[in-house]
């Protein structure tokens, strides 16, 4: 059924973004309403082990952080609802936000919807997810201190993950379905250079191996030019395909670049629509870290709430000044 009420604030998606902009509005009492999702945590709930969270020394696992994160801006008054946004209408306010035909209201909106690593699509990478397989070497490249790891991928992504990746691993191997990279020629160069690096190509990642085990042991690869099969020895197995960020619903409605992500305005998380603001993986394809996501979900915060009191300044202003009957 619909929601009558107009609120101040609904902040769609959540994540490391959506969970910190609900703490910091929250205690800011405007009383927000989080419209999570049903996969709510963001890419933390698959996420093992995290070791590189400000605060917690001896590492935290992914999803008992982001329990955390919402048990915090709970506890200071955010209401939280898990399903998925099917619709918005950002074209004059109150804001309207749909969740299949249940209609909610707001003077004032946040979106914190992140982004999705792309996978190989393989039963094998999913059953060795975060037990050898993974999608970001920033966050778990110390677990693979010198052991072998393999990177899939092509782009500068790719080889700037293979080059951090040296920094622990005892030989990183570079897998990429054709002979030439889509990586900038300097990059190229910079993995090329590294004497830890070695690439094969043309070939595809047939298998991930070692489900058996618990964790992955093994690639088995297949050359597009020979079709043979070969077995790659690799206790870490790096996905870097790219991420797609989860814009669909906005895309309409938002200025975003050509990749999808949403585009703020200089110096702030404001978007193109007075009102609208947006914070973490949707907005940065450069880092893409929780703890840059936090930071921007605060600032997100920080913005709704002060053009939020603006607007309420100028409403009381425009009020004493109207001329009287």
């Not at 082990?49 to 400000?54: G, H, I, L, S, T």
């Not at 920094?167 to 250079?193: G, N, Q, W, Y």
């Not at 990642?205 to 020895?233: F, H, Q, Y």
């Not at 973490?280 to 605060?298: E, F, I, K, L």
Request: net charge negative; hydrophobic share 45%.
């Amino acid at each position: 059924m619909n929601d009558n009420r107009v609120r101040e604030l609904i902040i769609i998606g959540g994540g490391p973004a959506g969970y910190t902009a609900a703490l910091y509005s929250a205690r800011a009492n405007l009383e927000p309403l989080v419209i999570e999702g049903f996969q709510w945590g963001g890419q933390l709930m698959i996420t093992s082990d995290v070791e590189n969270y400000p605060g917690f020394a001896e590492g935290i696992m992914g999803p008992q952080l982001m329990g955390e994160f919402r048990r915090q801006a709970e506890k200071f008054g955010a209401e939280f609802l898990a399903d998925d946004v099917t619709r918005v209408d950002f074209s004059e306010r109150p804001f309207r936000v749909w969740v299949g035909e249940d209609e909610y209201r707001a003077e004032s909106v946040i979106v914190a919807t992140g982004a999705t690593a792309r996978q190989l699509n393989l039963e094998s990478e999913r059953a060795l997810h975060g037990r050898g397989v993974t999608y970001c070497a920033v966050c778990d490249a110390a677990f693979y201190r010198d052991k072998e790891v393999v990177v899939v991928g092509g782009g500068d992504s790719a080889m700037e993950e293979a080059i951090f990746l040296t920094k622990f691993a005892s030989k990183v191997t570079v897998l990429h379905r054709r002979a030439e990279f889509r990586a900038s020629p300097i990059m190229f160069d910079r993995a090329r250079a590294n004497e830890k690096i070695e690439f094969v190509t043309p070939v595809v990642v047939e298998e991930a191996l070692g489900a058996e085990e618990g964790k992955l042991t093994a690639v088995r690869i297949r050359n597009l030019e020979t079709d043979e099969i070969s077995e790659i020895p690799a206790d870490g197995l790096f996905v870097a395909i790219g991420h797609d960020p989860t814009t669909k619903l906005f895309v309409d409605q938002l200025d975003h670049d050509e990749a999808g992500y949403l585009v703020t305005q200089p110096g702030s998380t404001a978007t193109n629509v007075e009102g609208v603001f947006a914070a973490g993986d949707v907005v940065d394809h450069v880092y893409r870290q929780a703890v840059t996501a936090a930071g921007m979900g605060s600032m997100a915060a920080l913005d709704a709430e002060r053009w939020l009191a603006a607007r309420d300044i100028s409403a009381e202003r425009s009020a004493l000044t109207a001329p009287r009957a």
